[in-house]
């Protein structure tokens, strides 16, 4: 009889993404024992997956240890690096290996798609402001929404029920209310990138373009003339070199590009733009605007890694990204030989929903791609979870495809403790 539970790791997995993203007031330290629990479980496995990215993972820990004893703020560095180790080495990690099956991502990626339809609600209850952490002021928001609207989006495509498509669809138009509710003008841009993204991968084109024209007539029709307004001055501040927050972050930019030019290995040290800003901020800029930069951030993903992390920190985080669009792939190119060697309807249903919850990643490091232009998300959570997410749904792919006929391939669990990373 097929073992229908989730695990303990899984169950695990969930209540973290929920003190995650709901932020309770006072979570009494389980996020830090649950990482510990699931840091120790992972541990302990003997058949480990090792993909590139997880080598990616503990190099960009390495890189940011570094800088710690020559930091000028060390104690950031040490804040900064425990964070990074939670996300990176207790839950990404794990991630890979516990999210065995599809009904596994499933529940997983449902629990966040529940979650930021809350964020949303919450969004637009408080001004657009989050509960706080990572999604706490109104540009968080916008860019935590981003990454998992595609989640749903694609997710709709993939459904295999009425009940499921309705609810996908509905859980799409609550988070891009909550993106107009923040009012931020990232995330506007962030939101228009995943559309288009979706639009030209969607797994079923047709069927997306349909839902894509309707979504947008109904942004027409119902989203508030104020909020296009101030989605208009995004082409006014960009142009604009000496006044509005368009000028002020290229100034912080030219100065991260300055700390990077003195550091240009390793980088400042993790959470140290703030602690170096006021030193290096172009001498004119002091004269000009009568103040320092101490105390601000980059407002840019890629100019707090290029500032923070140096050269290496580039180098690493630009591989998780690559190794995960060819994991993509990789994925895309086993679903294909599934239905060429199994045409089933199962076979179908299946691989659909593989197309469909890969595209959904693809346009999750879409929308934190673009948002993160104007946002310091460095040591946010999104882009690791993706990189996990993805490297879990190709090695259930690839189990997939060597089961054999007896098992239901849409309820595959592992028999093992963990299952093993079958070459291709």
């Given at each position: 009889m097929q073992d229908r539970s989730l695990g303990g790791a899984v169950i695990l997995l969930i209540i973290y993404f929920i003190l995650d993203y709901g932020r309770p007031v006072n979570p009494l330290g389980m996020p830090l024992?649950?990482?510990?629990?699931?840091?120790?479980?992972?541990?302990?496995?003997?058949?480990?997956?090792?993909?590139?990215?997880?080598?990616?993972?503990?190099?960009?820990?390495?890189?940011?240890?570094?800088?710690?004893?020559?930091?000028?703020?060390?104690?950031?560095?040490?804040?900064?690096?425990?964070?990074?180790?939670?996300?990176?080495?207790?839950?990404?990690?794990?991630?890979?290996?516990?999210?065995?099956?599809?009904?596994?991502?499933?529940?997983?990626?449902?629990?966040?798609?529940?979650?930021?339809?809350?964020?949303?609600?919450?969004?637009?209850?408080?001004?657009?402001?989050?509960?706080?952490?990572h999604v706490g002021d109104e540009n968080d928001v916008a860019l935590s929404l981003n990454v998992t609207i595609p989640l749903a989006f694609c997710a709709f495509l993939g459904a295999r029920t009425m009940r499921g498509k309705v609810s996908y669809l509905l859980a799409c138009v609550v988070m891009i209310a909550g993106v107009v509710a923040t009012n931020s003008r990232g995330g506007f841009l962030g939101l228009v990138a995943v559309f288009l993204y979706c639009f030209i991968f969607s797994p079923r084109k047709k069927l997306g373009l349909v839902l894509g024209a309707a979504l947008f007539l109904g942004g027409l029709l119902?989203?508030?003339?104020?909020?296009?307004?101030?989605?208009?001055?995004?082409?006014?501040?960009?142009?604009?070199?000496?006044?509005?927050?368009?000028?002020?972050?290229?100034?912080?930019?030219?100065?991260?590009?300055?700390?990077?030019?003195?550091?240009?290995?390793?980088?400042?040290?993790?959470?140290?733009?703030?602690?170096?800003?006021?030193?290096?901020?172009?001498?004119?800029?002091?004269?000009?605007?009568g103040r320092s930069y101490a105390g601000t951030s980059a407002h840019s993903v890629y100019f707090t890694i290029l500032a923070e992390t140096g050269l290496a920190g580039v180098l690493v985080v630009g591989a998780i990204v690559y190794f995960s669009v060819r994991s993509i792939r990789k994925t895309l190119r086993l679903a294909r030989k599934i239905e060429s060697e199994k045409n089933t309807e199962e076979a179908r249903a299946d691989v659909l929903e593989i197309r469909a919850r890969v595209y959904g990643f693809g346009g999750g490091m879409i929308g934190f791609a673009v948002s993160g232009v104007f946002l310091t998300a460095f040591e946010y959570p999104h882009l690791w979870y993706l990189a996990a997410f993805i490297v879990a749904i190709m090695k259930v792919t690839e189990r997939l495809r060597i089961t054999d006929g007896a098992m239901p391939m849409g309820v595959v669990e592992r028999r093992s403790k963990v299952f093993r990373a079958v070459p291709t």
């Open positions: 024992i649950i990482s510990v629990v699931l840091f120790i479980w992972w541990a302990t496995l003997t058949d480990k997956i090792w993909e590139p990215q997880v080598y990616c993972f503990h190099g960009l820990l390495a890189v940011i240890a570094v800088m710690g004893p020559f930091a000028v703020n060390n104690f950031s560095v040490w804040v900064g690096f425990q964070s990074m180790t939670a996300w990176l080495a207790c839950i990404a990690v794990p991630l890979m290996h516990f999210a065995d099956s599809l009904r596994k991502i499933r529940v997983l990626v449902n629990t966040l798609i529940v979650l930021h339809c809350y964020l949303s609600g919450y969004a637009m209850l408080h001004s657009g402001f989050g509960p706080g952490g119902f989203i508030p003339e104020s909020y296009w307004e101030e989605m208009g001055t995004i082409s006014r501040d960009a142009e604009s070199e000496d006044v509005g927050t368009g000028a002020h972050r290229k100034h912080l930019w030219a100065t991260a590009i300055n700390m990077f030019l003195s550091y240009p290995l390793f980088g400042v040290g993790i959470d140290n733009f703030q602690w170096n800003a006021g030193d290096y901020m172009p001498d004119d800029l002091r004269e000009k605007e």
